[in-house]
């Protein structure tokens, strides 16, 4: 039979059962204890009625109970589904009912607004702290689905319609594995921070269970803002692996430059990698600089689990690009009208073991984008000797801060303005981010409507990193001849108000 993540991650905690495993909160603590409270969440679980093809939804910043129950629900047969509790209101409902969990587990200081949601929906629950106990609940059958379905990630799509992403054990097994034999400093006893949110495929995968394979070590901090805790966690574990998202380097850096934080906690890392968004090629200069250790890239998708490319050693890296791919992909490229191209230059398709089927109960989205178990990244690139460089977005999709912001989805909650008639969203540059939201916002006849009065309004429907930071009132948009809207027109304008 093919090997498990739980079973990986047992046998691994087994063999080191007194070393350190992970750092919270300034202590360490060990495999035994990881097993000792991933026992106790099996087994409540399984006195739930959790059991075979059934998927649990977590809503917690990283903590040791994601861990834990992450290994419980796949000894139990289940399925992990980690979601971002402040998605928004509509986006969260959307995706609970595309995703019928059997229940779900969060953590206290959740909104009210969202335990209403579980409520109001049927949903069972349980309120958990962060380090355990899991308080007794009942789960709720729902319709089993297969067994080897390790995680569900949860996006808002293009269209602003839930749509979900599964993941195999396979998959993300083999992502792991491909890392580890490309990339020499991944070595055991490595210590990884622990950061960016579980939500997040580049987090869950790569900072998460990666290192739970490999026996190596976690300094988990729950989110990044504030930097602090982050900060602390460099220094005390000590942590020598990063993977992170390019926002998360900025303000690391910042603060060396401030003298806030001294700059060992960066030069004497192993390894800084950052994903999720284009890195500034400033930042590349400004770490070398006040470090004298360079930032590397790579590239992945959720659907790929996540990683694509990776630069391999600071011997090997070249600055600007996401590295050469990892070793069990086929890819090839295509012209942005779908046609197969042998120029160095196209739309990127890959395939292989790290690629999921398609997306979750969702044959029509899963039919856009894959055809015979290639996957269209919608991305366009270059690739020169092997490495491949990422030139630009096939689609409309902003990343701001490394996490995808889909422009129809914050479109379709202005638009819900009584005051809006057509609202475009489009990215601005951002030193930062990378790139925050902008709308153009026609407003109906006879109506008024401040910016900050809209800015609000979004960010109560919206996650707050999806809302646009600025807002400019148009009487009209720039046409196509076919009365199409011009974005790039209004992506062209954005762009030079930024400067």
């Known amino acids: ?40 969440c099996e087994a409540t679980l399984r006195d739930s009625g959790f059991g075979r093809g059934q998927r649990l939804v977590v809503m917690m910043k990283n903590c040791p109970m994601v861990l834990a129950l992450s290994i419980a ?29 059997a229940g779900a587990v969060v953590a206290p200081d959740v909104q009210d607004d969202v335990i209403a949601v579980l409520d109001e929906a049927g949903w069972p ?15 709720r059958p729902g319709k089993p689905e297969d067994d080897d379905l390790a995680v569900i990630f949860a996006t808002s799509g293009t269209t602003g319609a839930p749509k979900a992403v599964p993941l195999t054990h396979g998959n993300l097994i083999d992502n792991c594995k491909c890392l580890r034999n490309v990339v020499p400093a991944l070595q055991e006893g490595r210590v990884f921070l622990t950061v960016l949110p579980n ?34 966690a460099i220094l005390e574990a000590p942590v020598d692996v990063t993977f992170a998202v390019p926002a998360i380097y900025a303000y690391l850096l910042m603060a060396v430059e401030r003298g806030k ?32 250790r360079d930032i590397m890239e790579g590239y992945g998708l959720t659907e790929t689990s996540p990683v694509v490319t990776i630069n391999r050693s600071y011997e090997t890296h070249r600055s600007g690009s996401v590295g ?41 989205l899963t039919a856009e984008r894959f055809e015979d178990g290639w996957f269209n990244t919608g991305d366009y690139v270059r690739i020169e000797d092997g490495f491949v460089r990422i030139l630009d977005r096939v689609t409309d999709i902003l990343i701001v801060g490394g996490f995808n912001v889909y422009p129809q989805e914050v479109e379709k ?31 109906k006849d006879g109506a008024t409507v401040t910016e900050r009065e809209l800015i609000r309004y979004a960010k109560e429907h919206l996650a707050h990193f999806k809302a646009p930071r600025s807002i400019e009132f148009v009487d009209e948009f720039p046409l196509s001849g076919t009365g199409k809207i011009l974005r790039r027109i209004l992506r062209e304008r954005a762009g030079k108000k930024s400067l």
């Open 1 to 40: 039979m093919p090997q498990r993540l739980e079973e990986i991650i047992t046998e691994s905690l087994n063999r080191h059962r007194d070393e350190p495993c992970y750092w919270w909160e300034g202590t360490w603590r060990t495999g035994a204890d990881l097993l000792e409270l991933t026992a106790d």
């Open 73 to 101: 629900v796949w000894r139990l047969e289940g399925t992990f589904c980690p979601l971002n509790v402040a998605a928004g209101i509509p986006a969260l409902k959307g995706t609970l009912e595309l995703i019928e969990p």
């Open 125 to 139: 629950h349980a309120v958990c702290p962060p380090e355990g106990p899991l308080p007794a609940f009942k789960c």
């Open 199 to 232: 939500f997040h495929s580049f987090g869950y995968t790569v900072a998460t269970i990666l290192p739970l394979t490999m026996n190596a070590r976690l300094a988990i901090v729950p989110a990044f803002l504030p930097p602090q805790p982050a900060m602390r």
């Open 261 to 292: 934080f001294p700059k060992e906690g960066l030069a004497r890392q192993k390894l800084l990698i950052s994903g999720g968004d284009r890195l500034n090629p400033n930042l590349h200069e400004q770490a070398l600089h006040l470090t004298g």
């Open 324 to 364: 050469p791919f990892l070793d069990s992909y086929e890819h090839k490229l295509r012209t942005r009208e779908g046609q197969d191209t042998q120029e160095n230059e196209g739309v990127l398709w890959v395939r292989g073991p790290s690629v999921t089927r398609g997306y979750f109960r969702a044959p029509e």
């Open 413 to 443: 909650v202005l638009a819900g303005h009584p005051a809006v008639q057509t609202a475009i969203v489009v990215g601005i540059p951002h030193d930062i981010n990378g790139e925050v939201p902008k709308a153009y916002i026609q407003r």
